[in-house]
């Protein structure tokens, strides 16, 4: 017999909704309707809109969306910088039923053919800064289906180089409704969204988010953050970065402020936190590098608490000092596309208060621990799938399960089946967990060099070099040697004016490293670096092979 | 043929985790387990307990149930004031798969023991201060299932009158196992708390909450509220009221300290103010009230800008305004128990700020927007279902639907049905709705007055006598009248000292209403409340039919 507590008690209409982020937005413009909901560009001219401005400009993308033919389960690419336009794109192409595929706006024309197809878009929205790839791309573009073409205008770019059709955004808003009557997803698990993942080698994967998990994540970062209603978000992270991390939809959840920002650059940004009153932001490590290494007069009169988060790359010791000289709150989290952006954090503990930069930069430089609303992460032994001890030693692969993950890839269910096997979601990157639950990331599975015999974790070796004050970045990769097997080959970008020689690095990296784990080759230069920021490791391995050995 | 999206994208054990409660906890004892949770008295000797603590002691409860053969779907009742055992059984409880029901501890014997047989529970937690209570409910009791009695004992009330059996708590606790593995719900639906609601007729209907829905408005009190971490939360809200509003999941969510009280009681509250910090409170107005007119002198050194929030009857302005001079923050909500407290708050306006005390009062007097993260709150034409205009003065009920609604009443299909019908939880409650989409309750439909064919709302009535600077509390209801059917007959308590007469309060009426809304008759006396400071109108409307008419 089932228990009194499952008898007469189902699930119907007034008692079950699937979550969605979508009835963010819609209560912001109900409770906040006359609160600023999108800022672009600066001084009078710029561009201001309410959230009840913003929705009714959602419900009418919605609304020209489905008269065009475009529903449930059809995807729709936008190829757009952090504008108004991006904002409205994560709430009404998801109101049409639609899933948002925000393309990487780095990317070149082959790769954006390729995910047009793949995805199968029935429709693109594209800034005027990327018509010309863009165009190449609709050209590249193999598969039949009409596209229908969408191309935003934007006084702040000036017109676009060429025009590929006759629809601007605007008229077609124009063509909908602004009080067209959306439905939320009829379920939770109905795709949102559908982002490329950069993968290094062969073609990109599409990651698919449902709307449970959007919701979910994106309030996850206000309790992160202790966002508060109203909060002014500067979008310097992009857009198109995992949905931006599912901010655009935090933000709604906050009624607060997106402060749109076409281009990264020190002096629009302060310019903004000054003139807007930012309160909050993310980006990788270059973004936060930029503005603590910007010119002492450009930093004047900030706001003051700014929060920034940051990932991608642990924050070293120096851009720790570097913002806390700015008065701004640095908070360090680690995710992937494949678990919405941040899947975890380190989390500040008041203890760490007390000790030295250096002290308090080791410990901030760990993952952490899973965000609030994810329900687990753990270090596994990747072949027994139990927990390593958590000595801070004992390697293993960070692997997630809970509702901040993909639903899976998109039309690759060989990738969706090992990415999920065992019921865990499978990071790719090694890490090691403390005592105190804290997880730090050793290397990618596919970045640990192995010399001799000896594994050497690329990020140690990172790290020394990093802690050389001539050092701006640097990444070091496995140089194919017929002794060793590998060796490990570091390329070093030098600060401005330094006069640092290979040698003199090799020699630094002597005194804090065990001599195989020490460079064999050292390169000068700027290193490639992905769209978001991330080093390119795939680029520098293929110039590892040719790099001089220096004699260590 | 199925959407791209839909192939080969199913739920998995790393994609998909039921929402509940119970990771809250697990989570503030891994990140933060030195991080006080539980403070109970003031002092030295107040006992003090961590995250890592209490969770340890969740966990013993949960093993020691299993133990005691109380698994899933189990039900365990718990009488007890607002300390530390209090807040581990909304956690250890559901942790053995169990159902907690918080027993309402100022019930009579009779009504007790009608719970734990309808509600079928096999154990029983229990305070000494409801020894002797409970030892009548177990005689009275009719089923002839075993019940396993565990009876708490605390220094801070000494020792029970009397014994019901042999196990105290601490003993069942050191039975358990500091490390159990719990496991969280089979499924989000699962069933996590029984509350029975104080219906005014009839049996108590007991109301289930789902751990989905316990979650979602767990997290929604900390959006409202914009609650940080860490927030220090001061217990003056009884816990088996809708399980607290929640908020023993909410202080978990935040990793923030439970500041016990066992007793309502001015100059105990503000000693917990000042001494624990306390950031965030909860209660009827009559809470408020007390804080208010307390003497000055216990009023000295209080924390700044302490969150206040108060439903069960919209704040009058004077106690907006006492409030305000106290140096808190008052927010307004509303809900039942059906919808785990509260389920709409009046979102304040900034523009309200600049209006005079009494129209900010009568703003924030409304019932105002959904929750956060409810789905919709709407006020509908009852045979209809429709939206009423939103004109201020068109009735209807209000409505909720989303995942802040009981899975249903225990073993009642019928009320669950009534209660649901047409896809929207019926509160019961008759309100209208401002085009600024705010709603205003209007009154309860069963305390609507019909006199000469005409609606009375005793809501209106109610309104002008609190407006008389004599009255503390007051009531109206109908009194049957041969003549009109049925007349407004006032209850009245005055305050200290007050030389006011009936005949006055009638006067102030005919100022302020309509000739046929005034009251009839007027009776002063202490007003009889619920264990959660609402006026019992049912006992009122018993009282009415003697009470003496005045010439009008």
Redesign the interface.
């Known amino acids: 017999m089932s228990?009194?507590?499952?008898?007469?008690?189902p699930?119907?209409?007034?008692?079950?909704?699937p979550?969605s982020p979508l009835?963010f937005i819609e209560?912001a413009a109900?409770?906040?309707p006359n609160r600023l909901a999108v800022v672009h560009g600066r001084g009078e001219q710029a561009l201001r809109r309410t959230w009840a401005q913003t929705y009714a400009r959602c419900r009418q993308l919605a609304s020209a969306l489905r008269q065009a033919g475009i529903g449930?389960?059809d995807t729709v690419a936008v190829m757009l910088p952090n504008t108004p336009p991006m904002v409205e794109a994560h709430f009404g192409i998801p109101m049409a039923g639609a899933?948002l595929n925000a393309l990487n706006t780095r990317l070149d024309a082959e790769t954006i053919a390729f995910m047009l197809d793949h995805g199968?878009a029935k429709a693109v929205i594209v800034d005027p800064e990327f018509a010309l790839v863009m165009q190449k791309a609709l050209a590249l573009r193999q598969s039949p289906q009409p596209l229908q073409l969408i191309e935003v205008e934007d006084d702040l770019y000036g017109p676009a180089p060429v025009r590929l059709g006759t629809l601007t955004y605007e008229d077609f808003l124009a063509g909908g409704d602004p009080d067209f009557a959306w439905e939320g997803p009829a379920d939770e698990?109905?795709?949102i969204a559908l982002n490329y993942t950069s993968g290094t080698t062969g073609n990109p994967k599409g990651v698919?988010y449902h709307h449970r998990?959007a919701a979910v994540n994106a309030?996850s970062n206000?309790?992160e953050w202790?966002?508060?209603?109203h909060a002014v978000y500067l979008w310097t992270l992009p857009m198109f970065h995992c949905n931006g991390w599912c901010f655009p939809w935090t933000v709604a959840?906050r009624a607060g402020v997106n402060v749109c920002l076409r281009r990264v650059d020190p002096e629009a940004i302060f310019g903004m936190m000054r003139e807007h009153g930012v309160t909050h932001y993310c980006g990788a490590p270059i973004v936060h590098g930029l503005l603590v290494n910007a010119p002492a007069a450009l930093k004047e009169g900030l706001p003051s608490g700014v929060k920034a988060m940051v990932a991608g790359a642990a924050p070293p010791a120096s851009m720790i000092e570097g913002m806390e000289a700015l008065g701004f709150d640095l908070t360090h989290v680690y995710g992937l596309t494949e678990v919405y952006g941040p899947a975890t954090v380190c989390?500040k503990?008041e203890a760490w208060d007390a000790l030295d930069i250096g002290e308090r930069a080791r410990l901030n430089a760990r993952q952490g621990?899973?965000y609030?609303?994810q329900?687990?992460v753990q270090v596994l032994n990747q072949d027994t799938m139990t927990p390593v001890p958590h000595d801070g030693e004992t390697m293993g692969e960070i692997m997630?399960?809970?509702?901040i993950?993909?639903?899976?890839y998109?039309?690759n269910?060989q990738a969706?089946a090992e990415?999920?096997a065992g019921?865990?979601?499978h990071s790719g990157d090694l890490a090691v967990q403390y005592p105190d639950?804290y997880i730090k990331i050793k290397d990618r599975s596919k970045d640990i060099i192995i010399s001799g015999g000896e594994n050497i974790s690329s990020i140690e070796v990172e790290d020394v070099l990093y802690r050389h004050p001539d050092v701006l970045a640097a990444a070091v990769v496995a140089k194919p040697d017929a002794r060793w097997g590998e060796t490990p080959c570091a390329f070093v970008e030098l600060k401005a004016g330094a006069q640092t020689t290979p040698e003199d690095i090799v020699a630094h990296c002597k005194k804090h490293l065990a001599g195989f784990k020490v460079p064999r080759a050292v390169v000068f230069g700027e290193l490639p670096k992905t769209s978001t920021g991330k080093i390119q490791k795939f680029e520098l391995r293929r110039q590892a092979g040719s790099a001089t050995a220096i004699n260590v």
């Open positions: 228990s009194i507590y499952d008898q007469d008690l699930r119907n209409d007034a008692n079950f909704a979550l009835g209560r109900q409770v906040y449930k389960n899933v199968e698990w109905d795709a698919v998990g309030i206000v309790l202790d966002m508060p209603k959840a989390a503990d621990v899973r609030h609303l329900r687990e997630f399960r809970g509702n993950a993909m639903k899976g998109l039309k269910p969706t990415a999920f019921g865990w979601f639950g």
